[in-house]
């Protein structure tokens, strides 16, 4: 085989990258499920060990318990939804009510807005909905949007269907998989060691994000509702939730949900100022979110520059659509935790973070993480597994006896 050039070794990689890029895409149906179902594993494992250890009941009741529990969140969710969906169907199915309250937005947007309002599209007093452009494009668009959304979350639902099984099987079996996985580096215990050791960094990289980013995400929306509240919107509760959800993808969720909110206020209520309020209020929160409570609570391990996650936002966007864009960061968390812990990747590890290059490593060395931390299981490397698959042993699995 001939040696390679610079050049060819470049070209080469560029070529496996876009090979892999092509595979993600076309393996989406099987890879994303496992991706979002070992992630809901890593995080629901310790609370499935701990109720086996706490009220002694078998692992896979245990398991089963924390599975239901989670379809249990999504059903409310569902639920807030619905309600909201609901009560905008109650504040439209009055023809004298919806020309009220678009008189009334005409006018506020008649005078704040810089450029007069088009009047094919918003048309000034009408008599019947229909003279008005904006509401026969939605009613035009309606069927499709309808057969669009109907699709969109028939498939969803099958794959939520899906994630809960593989979920639930991976919180079964998950210390015996995590064992075999080492096993397939070989036969080495310095190499099952280490490939042990990344594999605990990655599953304790992706619970810290995923359990500390659900637990500001619940105090932002507690915190937002009660603004929402007391400005009187009338969907409070419905946009609370929302940025809870949307804020797990970085810089666009929070965009994307301080709109609803502003709508609401700027069409709903009496005074316009409402709507500049409540997006002042909400934009000052979401700042100090991101400076002082994520630094504070999720510490410096889980930084990556902004140019990172950026990127990643992107990549994954174009790879997965939305749905990448909700695993652009775990996803990223777990890879920097490889790339740390393989001496000749350290430099990209480097480059995705914050920190100074003169700044001491935020991580222990690889060797630190060979044996389990004080107080801490691997049961919950994968999510958990079955307590009584494995004997006492080291951080690789195998037993002492």
């Known amino acids: 085989m001939l040696p390679l050039t610079t050049a060819g070794r470049i070209g080469l990689s560029v070529l496996l990258f876009l090979a892999g890029v092509v595979a993600l895409r076309l393996g989406e149906s099987v890879i994303v499920p496992m991706l979002v179902a070992l992630m809901l594993a890593t995080v629901l494992g310790p609370a499935a060990w701990w109720l086996h250890t706490t009220f002694k009941i078998r692992w896979g009741i245990a398991c089963i318990v924390v599975v239901v529990g989670l379809v249990l969140a999504n059903v409310l969710i569902t639920a807030i939804f619905s309600a909201s969906l609901t009560r905008i169907v109650a504040q439209v199915s009055s023809e004298e009510k919806v020309l009220k309250t678009y008189n009334d937005f005409r006018n506020k947007l008649e005078k704040f807005s810089p450029v007069e309002p088009d009047a094919e599209v918003f048309p000034k007093n009408p008599e019947k909905i229909a003279d008005i452009g904006f509401f026969r494009y939605v009613a035009e668009a309606g069927p499709y949007l309808v057969r669009e959304g109907g699709k969109y979350a028939a498939s969803w639902t099958w794959q939520l269907v899906v994630m809960l099984f593989i979920t639930f099987f991976v919180l079964l079996e998950g210390r015996m998989l995590a064992r075999r996985a080492v096993a397939i580096f070989g036969p080495s215990e310095e190499v099952q060691d280490k490939a042990t050791a990344v594999l605990f960094e990655m599953a304790k990289q992706v619970r810290i994000y995923l359990v500390w980013r659900t637990i500001i995400n619940l105090g932002l929306a507690l915190i937002m509702f009660l603004v929402y509240y007391f400005c009187g919107l009338s969907q409070a509760l419905t946009w609370a939730v929302l940025l809870a959800i949307l804020n797990y993808i970085p810089y666009f969720g929070p965009v994307l949900a301080s709109i609803p909110p502003f709508l609401d206020a700027f069409i709903f209520s009496e005074n316009p100022a409402v709507a500049i309020v409540v997006t002042i209020v ?9 400076y002082l409570v994520v630094p504070l609570l999720m510490g410096r391990n889980m930084d990556l520059n902004a140019t990172t996650v950026m990127l990643a936002c992107l990549f994954w966007e174009l790879v997965w659509g939305t749905t990448g864009l909700f695993l652009a960061m775990p996803i990223m968390a777990a890879v920097k935790a490889i790339l740390y812990h393989v ?17 001491p490593h935020e991580h222990p060395p690889p060797a630190d993480l060979l044996a389990t931390p004080p107080g801490e299981s691997t049961n919950g490397m994968l999510g958990g597994g079955h307590p009584d698959a494995v004997k006492t042993g080291d951080a690789s699995g195998r037993s002492h006896g």
């Not at 001496?343 to 700044?359: F, G, I, K, Q």
Request: zero cysteines.
């Open 282 to 290: 909400f934009w000052v929160v979401v700042v100090l979110e991101g």
């Open 343 to 359: 001496p000749e990747w350290r430099v990209w590890a480097n480059l995705m973070s914050t920190a100074h290059d003169d700044a």
